[in-house]
């Protein structure tokens, strides 16, 4: 009696096993269907704007509000400023030379729709740069940055829109 009793409890404790082994076994197809998803989500929507900046140079043109003594509209005024995008942050980093001085942190922005966001998947970028209360967005293309904006927090006089072409001498990895 002890006899049974015993491969009773193992014959239960094997099926238990069982039971868990396959539970898990289909948890795992389930989540390598739900990953090779997001894989195929990820290759439609092509690269996300850290994707086509990290590793790059840009040459950009600043165009700023112009100063004028008269009532006629003031006239912008261009600079030219270097930006280079490296892997030292997360996720990325920045930072500009020229008649602006700008580090900071960026970030990829949210694609899709309100409903079914994938963060960080989108070619907009945010840049914060939080000691000089700064902010730099625009939208990454494979060779260039198109509707580009620069703010300085506080100085509306400082802010300007910009665009920039990917310096020969780096390349998109």
Known sequence: MGTSRWRSN???ATLAQIGAVCLLSLLAVVLSGVMVNLSADAQKNGPNCEDLLVGNSYTCLFHMPGVSNTTKKPEPSESTVFLQFSPDANPFFVSASGNITFNGECQCGADE??????????KTFFCLDSGLDQILTGDAELKS????????FGDPSAAAVFQCVQNSNTSHH
Do not use: D, N, T
């Not at 729709?113 to 994938?118: D, L, Q, R, Y």
């Not at 940055?145 to 300085?152: D, E, S």
């Open 113 to 122: 729709s309100f409903e079914h966001p994938a963060f960080g998947a989108s």
């Open 10 to 12: 193992v014959g239960k």
């Open 145 to 152: 940055i198109k509707r580009g904006q620069y703010f300085l």
